[in-house]
């Protein structure tokens, strides 16, 4: 009789894109989901694509501590942990720095970076608990500067700082830490429809597979920072 107990990820931002992608692996990996977003409507559509009884779906901003905490609460009480956080939720904003304005810069920096810090920090005590794993979707961005890039730069070499700074705090507390730095992705981000001309990016549902790759290797083995791009150029 196999009585091990079913595992619990919190994807943020997973009404679309990666998150989406990545939720649906994690479901035929077996785990409960949970998929936060801003849109209801997104969330709904994002609920019934995925078609799952081990699926949650929470209007949540991970820019507001305090919706991420009831939404944590609400996990808490239907499955009882959360073992592993996806922390995907992100936004952009690319302009010359004389034309951003400080809401553009404040948007993105604490959706970004601010956002995880609160998504980790509200998880932590249940993912310590479970020796869970924590895993952020930063981007090549955090590494390669770019004109028009100051925000979005900054908030991804932040949260890739962060994010490896994190992994050596928990690890001696068994909790693994990863960060993914996909370059050009197929999705909606920034107001982007996918088609067929975006078929040579890196396709979601690879950074999905990516997740569940990393959650099954051992546990003596960390992969803290994985930069993944498209194995030929666009046009």
Known sequence: MNTQKTKTALVTGGSKGIGLSTAAKLL?????????????????????????????????????YDEQETCVNAILEKFGSIDVLIANAGV??????????IEDWNDVIDTNLTGVFYSV??????????????????????????????????????LVGFTQALMLDVRKKGVKVSTIMPGSVSTYF??????????????????????VDLLNMAPRTLPSKIEVRPSFPGK
């Not at 799952?52 to 949540?60: A, E, G, H, V």
């Not at 952009?92 to 304005?101: A, L, R, Y």
């Not at 005590?125 to 590494?143: F, M």
Request: net charge negative; hydrophobic share 35%; aromatic share 8%.
């Open 92 to 101: 952009g904003t690319f302009k010359d720095i004389t034309e951003m304005s």
């Open 190 to 211: 920034n107001g982007h429809t996918p088609g067929p001309e975006d078929d040579w990016k890196i396709q979601p549902e690879d950074i999905g597979q990516i997740v």
């Open 28 to 64: 035929d990996a077996g785990y409960n989901v949970c998929i936060t977003g801003r849109s209801s409507n997104d969330l709904e559509k994002a609920k019934e694509l995925l078609n799952s009884d081990r699926l949650m779906t929470f209007i949540c901003n991970v820019r507001n």
């Open 121 to 158: 920090k509200v998880c932590l005590p249940s993912i310590i608990e479970s020796q869970g794993y924590i895993i952020t979707i930063a981007s090549l961005a955090g590494t390669n500067f770019f004109e028009k890039g100051s925000a979005y730069n900054a908030s991804k070499f932040g």
